[in-house]
């Protein structure tokens, strides 16, 4: 695997590469990671990953500084994977002068939900995925259904800018108790770990009451985040949305067989987790 950090050796190496491949991270790689490599070995070749921890998304108090950071371990998985070229720019390398340029999201899909918590998250997202994109090139992408609000982001930008590269959306990574493989997991203490599956049972439950017949959306989200606050969770939210464009699904959509999502973010001590389920 060749390790690169300039834009200009990455454009060298990948000269005349048509069906390139290519899965953006922000290192500290888990089994998640390593799925979304495997998937994008199926859909071309090379397959190309990077690993920058892009400080654009970060907001003001969160974890840019303590994000984890863990290179050498990085490289050794990705090397096993059969990754073609790891990208590893240094912000000197990717933003040698200030990213005054930035590309942001519609209000509608973009301050909603984690935009709605994280003022400037998705702008920092898309500004920096549309870098690696001019800079890698790639046919296909590959992004976690984990982050399902960022992937759908991602989706419409590239549909938007009518991009050459095709987003493909990869399964959520969960262990065997149903919790949703994060880089974040690492900051759950013990009891913390054993408790961190409710958010995922809870979402199984309102996608059961959903599909079962229940309307009263409101009154499901409200009962689902008090049952996480009766045991010991802060939820910023838990919303039912439409698929299509993660908006509020009306009562005459959800007869019509709308095609759904519940999404949940929630604090459990310092951490949080989000998680999201199709229904
Ligand atoms: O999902 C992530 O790890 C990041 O948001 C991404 C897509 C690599 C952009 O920094």
Redesign the pocket.
């Known amino acids: 695997m060749k390790i690169i950090s300039s834009i200009e050796e990455l454009r060298d190496q990948m000269r005349g590469q048509l069906r390139t491949a290519f899965v953006?991270?922000?290192g500290n790689l888990h089994e998640g990671h390593l799925s979304l490599m495997r998937l994008a070995k199926r859909h071309g070749d090379p397959v190309v990953a990077?690993i920058?921890?892009?400080r654009l998304?970060f907001g003001p108090n969160e974890d840019f500084d303590k994000y984890p950071r863990t290179f050498a371990a990085d490289v050794e998985k990705l090397e096993k994977e059969g990754v073609y070229v790891l990208f590893a720019p240094t912000e000197k390398d990717l933003y040698p002068e200030p990213q005054e340029f930035r590309i942001r999201p519609p209000d509608d899909l973009g301050n909603t939900l984690e935009g709605e918590f994280r003022p400037g998250f998705f702008t920092?997202?898309t500004t920096?995925?549309m870098k690696?994109f001019s800079c890698v090139q790639p046919r296909v992408a590959v992004?976690?259904k984990k982050?399902y609000q960022?992937l759908m982001i991602?989706r419409n930008m590239a549909k938007q800018f009518a991009l050459p590269t095709d987003i493909i959306a990869a399964e959520t990574f969960r262990a065997d108790d149903g919790l949703a493989l994060s880089s974040r997991n690492m900051y759950l203490s013990p009891e913390e770990r054993a408790e961190a599956p409710r958010l995922y049972r809870t979402l199984t439950q309102v996608a059961e009451e959903v599909r079962n017949g229940q309307r009263n959306i409101a009154a499901l989200e409200q009962e689902a985040m008090a049952q996480l606050r009766t045991n010991g969770w802060q939820p910023d939210y838990i919303s039912i949305r439409k698929r299509s464009n993660l908006q509020m699904v009306t009562e005459a959509e959800l007869v019509q067989g709308e095609e759904l999502v519940v999404l949940a973010a929630a604090k459990l001590g310092i951490t949080r987790l989000i998680d999201n389920l199709e229904i």
Do not use: K
Request: aromatic share 12%.
């Open positions: 953006p991270t922000m990077s920058f921890v892009n998304q920092g997202v920096v995925v690696l992004f976690g982050d960022q991602i």
